[in-house]
């Protein structure tokens, strides 16, 4: 049995009470479920951001010299608060989706390309897809995410542990850099206003609800999406897809400077079934943390998960929340703000 790595170099060390509870469970595959009852607004966590001044902070030095924020999952699995005795029901429910948003007529547009078994793969910039840049107890974190649809035109997805510590507090001098490349910044930074996370992150850490959202300020008077575009999303897909994953590692042997991406088909996590995750093919390292899956061939795909944990120093599987209606609700309740 193993335990996750939450893409970093070094082996967690769950509870002993854990490991019990994990080998007894064993490498079975949890069945899926009838639908769960709806879940509602109280199920998400918010934070309202008021801060200053944060955009002119992350100086291309500060970009560069950002820990990758998988540290920060790797502490929340640490003190045992993601652990569970037993594999956990899938989530299930009608599938629902949100359609994209169209980006501005000058961005440019990533081509489709076809769909491989990769570990990981070079490529250009993509308008909506860049890095996330927080602060959370004195130290600069860096992750990934990617901008979405949503009402209110300013809702970026990225990894629970990169909004909130999983439980504890959530991260301040959040940004969000679009198409990043070399510490270059085509479309501007990104100040968040709001995050959201689901309470089972917030309050519990727990692996299963990986994933953030915020909500940015305008820049210059428009709306995040009217510059970048938003991917659409959905929701309690079927699983087992096929998925194309974009992420900025930036743990060795990457240098978090270029887009990279993976690409094959879902398969469960075998080793902590109880997370309800499913893993592709992928080699990205601490930095990627957040990056879009995107049902398909391309960044122009329904977005489905986000880079959440890996097994080992040399992972060669990237694993991903289910986004089913608890993370939907977290979506909805940021996308509504």
Not at 71 to 97: C, N, Y
């Amino acid at each position: 049995m193993r335990t996750p790595k939450t893409l970093a170099t070094s082996l967690l060390t769950l509870s002993a009470a854990a490991l019990l509870a994990l080998s007894a469970a064993g490498a079975a595959t949890a069945s899926p479920a009838p639908a769960k009852a709806p879940v509602s607004a109280s199920d998400v966590t918010s934070h309202a951001v008021t801060e200053t001044g944060t955009a002119e902070y992350w100086t291309v030095e500060r970009m560069r010299n950002a820990v990758p924020g998988d540290v920060l999952a790797d502490k929340a699995m640490k003190r045992g608060k993601s652990s569970k005795s037993v594999a956990a029901p899938l989530e299930g429910a009608a599938p629902s989706t949100v359609e994209a948003a169209a980006p501005a007529p000058q961005s440019p547009v990533l081509k489709s390309q076809t769909l491989q078994t990769k570990a990981n793969a070079s490529e250009n910039p993509v308008p909506h897809i860049g890095k996330v840049f927080f602060t959370l107890g004195g130290t600069n974190y860096v992750c990934s995410g990617n901008s979405v649809s949503s009402g209110n035109k300013s809702t970026v997805s990225t990894a629970g542990h990169c909004v909130n510590e999983g439980p504890g507090a959530f991260a301040t001098k959040f940004t969000f850099v679009p198409a990043y490349l070399n510490g270059t910044a085509p479309y501007g930074k990104w100040t968040a206003k709001a995050l959201y996370a689901p309470t089972q992150w917030s309050s519990a850490g727990d692996m299963t609800y990986d994933t953030g959202f915020a909500v940015m300020s305008t820049l210059n008077g428009r709306y995040l999406t009217d510059v970048v575009g938003g991917s659409g999303l959905q929701f309690n897909a079927a699983r087992g897809l096929s998925y194309k994953s974009f992420g900025y590692p930036a743990a060795a042997p990457f240098n978090g400077e270029s887009l990279k991406s993976c690409s094959g088909t879902a398969t469960n996590d075998p080793y902590n079934p109880q997370f309800n995750t499913q893993g592709i093919p992928c080699n990205m390292t601490g930095g990627s943390s957040g990056g879009p899956w995107f049902i398909g061939t391309s960044a122009s795909g329904y977005q489905n998960s986000i880079n959440s944990y890996g097994y080992g120093s040399n992972s060669t599987t990237m694993y991903g929340p289910y986004w089913g209606s608890v993370i939907q609700q977290a979506y909805t309740t940021a996308a509504a703000s």
